[in-house]
């Protein structure tokens, strides 16, 4: 690394005492929690001081059983294939031998790296046995621990500010944001009713989707927001066109999101100016909605655009989101299914905002390993059965999200991703400066960081560099590297990682 970039990060560092990996995953009490049992072992633990390439990515074996999968499945997005049983914490071991040092993390869903033991203790736990094997059906027979799991996990977690939350389980994040829209929809018309008996109209009306029993109800969504792959959550998404394309999405209003300037700090004004534009335009659209007699029923925002390119906005546009939402009677949702769960240094990304009010409704997803919504006061639908489904999420899931709270509270995981985070864009921001036409926006909170530079072919080629040279990250948007890693990464890993991709810049120059 270049030795100004080094003399920088390592100022950063001494602020620190960094803990190695080994440390991090094997602590006292995940020790007692496997001892005597027998745990799936790496066979071999030197790869944990950084990672290694024995082979190009994809190597021989990744490439036959990517040919073998093709058969039967669509494989073309597949990287390489991942040894789950040797690898450990930050580092992927891949079925060619190579270590990656993975700033991706499952798609920023992987919450406490590969292995954990607090996780493999819970899963391997006797008592906990009959919740995987029946999969209970939380929706009419849930399991005598229902109550006492979710206090410990969701509610133990529940965003600030939210007075007497509620919880929605749901499978992914995408079923948590379709189900979230209903409820909006189901509050939106609670409200249009009042107290008045529903007529016979409305309800044969509803079974063949017509007014007035399927109203002319509306989303506002963002430009380059992605929030699901399903029909609902795609038709509030407007970021690749091969996610869109050929589905008779619903046809649902859009408003432009900020696109922010680099270095914020250099473009205050001009930043602030584009931020009260969008909503201006936004506070119209809304109004030109009731006028069609098409009225949004509720806004769904991204804290930052994650598929789209790593949007950032500032606090004063989600002030001012909020306050729109409020004056006009539309319930705000805020879509943290990447941002949530630690990953911005905050459990839940908006919590930095101030905002003077708690979200209507936040969806969650990834890092938690299965989906849902968490409801303010009065968002639950007042009538039973209005959204629900078999399952309603996943008992196993919800032992595994209780494991991941309490290990992210015990071993203060926020605070290391705050610290990994100031070496990560510190990083970035050096990187920049030594290449300022080829690397720029360096933008993130916590490790949630990304940068971009000229062109696809640019950054393509700069992502198989890194993977090549040992760090798994990630594309979004056309021109986007984004970096996800779980929240055990440590700033020592980071300076690998930043070493590692100053080399991958380097060369591709």
Known sequence: MNVTVTSRLRCVRQQWSSLAVVRSLCSPTASAHLAGRDLPKPSNTSYL????????????????????LSNYQEARTVHTFIDYQR????????????????AFGQIASLPLG????????????????????????????????????LEESLLSAAPRGMSEPSVFLAMCGSCGIENALKIAFVKYMERVRGDRE???????????????GSPNLTVMS??????????????????????????????????????????????????????????????????????KGKPVACIIVEPIQSEGGDNHASSHFFHGLQKIAKENNVLLIFDEVQTGCGATG????????????????????????????YMNKG??????????????????????AREIVRVIQRDNLLERVRQSGKTLLFGLESLQNLYPNFVSRSRGVGTFCAVDFPSTEDRDHVIAMLMNKGVYAHASSSKTIRF???????????????????SAVADCQ
């Open 49 to 68: 001081s950084g990672p290694f390439v024995r082979t190009t990515i994809p190597g021989p074996k990744a490439k036959a059983l990517k040919q073998q």
């Open 87 to 102: 690898s450990v914490g930050v580092y992927a071991i891949d079925v060619d031998g190579n270590c990656l040092l993975d």
């Open 114 to 149: 590969y292995n954990h033991p607090d996780l493999l203790a819970a899963l391997l736990n006797p008592d906990n046995v009959h919740l995987l094997a029946n999969r209970p059906c939380l929706h009419y027979s849930p399991p005598i621990e229902l109550v006492q799991m």
């Open 198 to 212: 529903l007529t016979d109209e409305e309800i044969r009306s509803c079974m063949v989707n017509q007014t007035p």
């Open 222 to 291: 963002f430009s380059g927001s992605l929030h699901g792959r399903t029909l609902g959550a795609l038709s509030v998404s407007h970021n690749k066109p091969c996610f869109k394309l050929d589905f008779p999405a619903y046809n649902w209003p859009v408003s432009p999101f900020p696109i922010l300037r680099y270095p914020r700090e250099q473009h205050i004004q001009e930043n602030m100016e584009e931020e009260s534009k969008c909503l201006e335009i936004l506070e119209e659209a809304i109004r030109e909605q009731k006028i």
């Open 346 to 373: 905050h459990m839940w990304a908006h919590e930095a905002w101030g905002l003077p009010h708690p979200p209507d409704m936040i969806v969650f997803g990834k890092k938690l390993q299965f989906g849902g919504i």
């Open 379 to 400: 968002v639950r639908p007042q009538e039973a059965n209005r959204v629900g489904n078999t399952w309603m999420g996943d008992p196993g899931k919800l032992l595994m």
């Open 484 to 502: 996800r890693p779980s929240l055990i990464f440590e700033p020592s890993h980071t300076e690998i990682l930043l070493q590692i991709l100053e």
